[in-house]
Nanobody, 112 residues
Framework: QLRLVESGGGLVRPGGSLRLSCAGA????????IAWFRQAPGKEREGVSC????????EYADSVKGRFTISRDNYKNTVTLQMNSLKSEERAVYYC?????WGQGTQVTVSS
């Protein structure tokens, strides 16, 4: 299994922004589709966004369309999730997945 490492979580006020990064540990992230998931307390893990290896296919959950943006930096070997206009109900652990592997997750808390 491949290893991914997330970073960038933290505490933000409602309406604020955070930028999450997913780094491939020892493999190029552009070899695989990389997806972001999140899991809120007491809820199932849900897909948030994904970016295909070609870069031509990008998908977003309906709940984040227009607010979240996924992108890739091949030089830094990272896939980034820019999250704007965050809502309190989006408090969750955010994970990235690619090549069959999962990251350890990064906590996002949206609270005033």
């Amino acid at each position: 299994q491949l290893r991914l490492v997330e970073s960038g979580g933290g505490l933000v006020r409602p309406g604020g922004s955070l930028r999450l990064s997913c780094a491939g540990a020892g493999f190029p992230v552009d070899y695989y589709t990389i997806a972001w998931f999140r899991q809120a307390p007491g809820k199932e893990r849900e897909g948030v966004s994904c970016l295909s290896s070609s870069g031509f296919t990008i998908e977003y959950a309906d709940s984040v369309k227009g607010r979240f943006t996924i992108s890739r930096d091949n030089y830094k070997n990272t896939v980034t999730l820019q999250m704007n206009s965050l809502k309190s109900e989006e408090r969750a652990v955010y994970y990235c997945r690619g090549g069959g592997g999962w990251g350890q997750g990064t906590q996002v808390t949206v609270s005033s």
